[in-house]
């Protein structure tokens, strides 16, 4: 038996397909040559904060929008294999990753698998086990204040050995509640093209 979320995007993907049109003949590239590393949190659309239709550009989303080891992988196959010349590092405010650190999650997935909870005093499990330890030897790339994480990943991608530098990185916070994105100009200067 299908959940109802299944239902929901099965249909939703059949009212898409229908009017496909011509987006199959898409080329691999990006049409307009860049890359967003940003965050999962679903109250961001980068395709509508940046101005982006199908075929415009790669967009590598996981929490936090964090400059991971995957992350810049994504980004040196956007640039060495698809052609893209800028990209954009975009945090935002009200990030989840700035609910917890590294401890508070370790001990959160030893006390239980199961989905935790957060109030006024921070996070809570159901510590209906069983759980694990192996969350306490994760680095989950919380973020502290936006700002830095920003300039911190911006310096990351650039100090890749595998990142050319003539890509110019720019430093974004994205407004939740205006829908602005922010420049963070310690970072698009850390990410300057060389």
């Excluded at 949190?41 to 936090?64: F, Q, S, T, W």
């Excluded at 994504?74 to 590294?102: A, R």
């Excluded at 720019?170 to 093209?193: F, H, N, Q, R, W």
Aim: charge should be negative.
């Amino acid at each position: 038996m299908m959940s109802k979320i299944v239902e929901e995007v099965l249909s939703a993907n059949a009212a898409y397909a229908a009017d496909f049109g011509d987006k199959g003949e898409l080329p691999l590239p990006p049409a307009r040559s860049f890359a967003i590393l940003t965050c999962m949190d679903a109250r961001l659309d980068p395709a509508k904060y940046a101005g982006l239709a199908e075929g415009d550009a790669h967009v590598i989303r996981n929490a936090g929008g964090r400059a991971s080891e995957d992350a810049i992988r994504s980004l040196v196959i956007s640039y060495k294999l698809l052609g893209t010349k800028e990209w954009f590092v975009i945090h935002h405010t009200g990030c989840g990753m700035l609910t917890f650190n590294n401890e508070v999650m370790g001990k959160l997935l030893e006390s239980s698998l199961k989905t935790a909870s957060i109030d006024a005093s921070g996070w809570h499990d159901s510590g209906d086990g069983p759980g694990t330890y192996e969350g306490k030897f994760v680095q989950w790339l919380t973020i502290s204040d936006p700002e830095q994480s920003v300039t911190e990943d911006v310096k990351r991608i650039r100090g890749s050995s595998m990142v050319p530098a003539e890509i110019p990185i720019y430093g974004y916070i994205y407004d939740c509640k205006s829908g602005k994105l922010l420049e963070v100009p310690s970072a698009t200067e850390a990410g300057k093209a060389n």
